[in-house]
Every structure is written in C-alpha cells, then in structure tokens.
C-alpha cells in the first residue's frame, strides 16, 4: 500500500483499521472489485447514495467508513451505500469489501465536499472597505464556490436591487449607513446569505477645529490657522485662502500674509478622497498697531522724591488694552489691568537713584512704553 493509499485509509477508517487487522490473504488469491460511483474526486453534498458496480462473484459484504465508523454497509445486490456528508463531514472515505473466503480489500476515496453556499466578499477599489460615494457606485462581489456560483442577488430592505458579480446601486445623496445582504447559489443549489453594510459619505470633511478663534486679535506679518477635520473616506488634502501649497497630512496648517490692521477672513478648502469638499471660513482681527500711552501724574525727570510717590497713567486701544506695567529700575514692579491706571512707589526701597517708567500692552500684544524718568532720593 502506497503512502498516499494509507494516509486516505487511516483518514477515512480511523481506529477501525487501526484495532482490526485483515486476515492473511495467500499470494494467489485475488481480492475482491467492484467500481463506486460518484467517484472518487467528484463533489458532492448532502446525503450521497453510492451505486456499486462490477462486483467480484464471491463478494459477501461492501461497507463504507469514514472517522473511523462504518457509515452505511450492503450484503446483497443491488450494492447501494449512503453517506451523509452533513451529519458526518469529511473528505475521505474507505469501501471495505469482503469476499466468502474472507479476503479484505479496502479502497480509499477522497471527494470535494459542498454543503454550503457560496462564500462573498466585496472590492471597494481604491477606497475604504464599507464606505461609498453619494450617488450609483458598482463594486465587484468577489464569489468561489467548489461547485462553482451559478447567480446571486443584491437585496436593501428585502428587495433585490442587483444581480449578477457587479453590484449596480443608487445610494443616495445623504450620508447614512445601507444595510443589506448577499444572496448567492451554487451549481448544485446550495444557497449563502452574506449581511453587507455600506456607509455612504455623501459630503466633504467635517470640520472638528479650527485655529485661530473667531475673532481672535493676531499680530505679525503672517497669520498661522490650523484645522482638523474628520471624513468616513479620508481627507485628501487641505488649502487656506486657495493658496498655492496643500497640505495633505493632518493637522492641516498654513499661513497667510497678515495685511492691513481690521477684519481678515480666513478660507479653509479641503477635499475627501472622494473629491467632495468643505468650505470653512475663520475671521480675525489683524492688530498690529501699538497702544497708545501717556503719564497723566508723576514727578518729573531728575526730580527730587521721597516717602511714597503716585503715578497716574492713560493709555487706550481700538481692540482693548491688557495692562499697564510699572517699571523701576528695569525690573516689573507693579501692574494695573484696569484703567485709570495708578501706581505707588515706596522710595524708601531703592537706591539713592531711581529710574521709572510704563509700558503697556494692548489685547493682541502690541506693546509702548514712555520714557524712562529718573529720580533721586
């Protein structure tokens, strides 16, 4: 017995074969035949009836096994045998026959096995698994089956939308999520229902943030925005003010010149992978001009002072001043966010030489400072 014969056999008769050993058979004696149909190779599916053929004069027993267990066995003609390929799954099969002198010869089988129904996946193409376009989109079942696929069906809401490998679908022009199924059958009529979903993206990104601030003050010669956003298919790419650069990695930045000071509108353009976009519009205020700021009460330059001496300070900005900061001897003394600015200065605590002056800084962080005064105590 060849290799390939008794793994088939040890596959199919399992510890039958294994426990019960044929009897001697003399070198003379010829083994008992017969021919099997469906053969061996062929597919078959649920309970498959054997018809026997061409069996040896003295044969008085054909059995089947398969796992290890006699599955179906015959004494007489007509020589049938049955196997229930549901109820006992397995690819190989071994046909005992047994003669009146006792001869045993076993014949292994292996056969394709179909009891289920096509199996179905789905090419998007270039795009992401489980999401589609607005609008009719084809996307190409893919289907094996050992017996081969004979047709299959593409069914929304119990209806059959499609058939054939192609399926042919209006989803719409609202975002959304379309459940379905597959329907497909083999040549021998087994039948495979596959659930699909398809998430339609039927607009352009969606916008999760955006800097800088509606409204926010911005200062320089360029303002730098950033912004994120989300799409069922992927962002492409993103470009501010159509400028001349995309950026395609997110978070999406870019910059633009500042201009003049006032209201600057800001224009986000991004683009899906599908080539839906999204319009996204930032205003701010360009502020690039300096508080103004004068002292309303003080001693004046080279004064004499002692004790505790006030300062008075006005300072004003179309956008809002932030603070005023006092400044002694270089270093930040005292600030005042609210105006009248006012402070008070404990001569005492200094040198013999003091030197004192305001800065300010208005919302957007344009700052001005007035000269620097010097006193002596």
């Not at 015959?74 to 020589?79: C, H, L, Q, V």
């Amino acid at each position: 017995m060849g290799k390939f014969r008794a793994a088939v056999v040890a596959a199919a008769a399992g510890s039958l074969i294994m426990t019960a050993s044929a009897p001697a058979v003399a070198a003379d004696r010829v083994l008992p035949q017969a021919t099997f149909l469906p053969a061996g190779g062929s597919i078959v599916h649920g309970v498959v009836e054997f018809t026997v053929s061409d069996v040896s004069e003295n044969v008085t027993e054909i059995a089947l096994l398969a796992n290890g267990r006699v599955l179906s066995r015959a004494t007489e003609a007509p020589w049938t045998l049955t196997w229930d390929t549901v109820a006992v799954p397995s690819r190989g099969v071994l046909f005992r026959i047994i003669d009146s002198n006792k001869s045993q010869n076993l014949i292994p089988a292996l056969y394709r096995v179909d009891n289920y129904g096509p199996s179905v996946s789905l090419d998007y193409g270039d795009s992401e698994y489980g999401v589609v376009g607005k609008g009719r989109n084809l996307i190409w079942g893919q289907y094996s089956d050992v017996s081969g696929v004979a047709r299959s069906e593409f069914l929304v809401g119990g209806v059959v939308r499609s058939t054939g490998e192609w399926i042919d679908y209006d989803f719409g022009t609202t975002s959304r999520t379309v459940t379905g199924e597959i329907r497909a059958w083999d040549s021998i009529g087994n039948r495979s229902v596959t659930p699909v979903s398809f998430q339609v993206d039927a607009s352009g990104p969606k916008v999760t943030s955006l800097l800088p601030a509606q409204l926010a003050l911005v200062r320089g010669t360029r303002i730098t925005s950033t912004v994120a956003a989300t799409d069922a298919i992927g962002v492409q790419w993103a470009t501010l003010d159509n400028g001349t650069g995309s950026d395609r990695f997110a978070p999406y930045r870019d910059s633009v010149p500042a201009g003049k000071d006032g209201l600057r509108v800001l224009t986000w353009y991004l683009v899906d992978d599908f080539g839906q976009s999204t319009t996204a519009r930032r205003s701010v205020i360009v502020d690039n001009t300096r508080p103004a700021l004068r002292v309303t009460k003080a001693p004046a330059n080279k004064a004499k002072v002692k004790g505790t001496v006030k300062i008075s300070a006005a300072a004003s900005d179309r956008n809002g001043v932030a603070r005023v900061e006092l400044l002694v001897n270089g270093k930040i003394a005292a600030r005042d966010t609210k105006a009248a600015y006012s402070f008070s200065i404990n001569t005492a605590k200094y040198g013999k030489t003091i030197k004192v002056a305001l800065r300010a800084y208005d919302r957007a962080g344009n700052v001005t400072a007035t000269a620097t005064r010097t006193w002596r105590r």
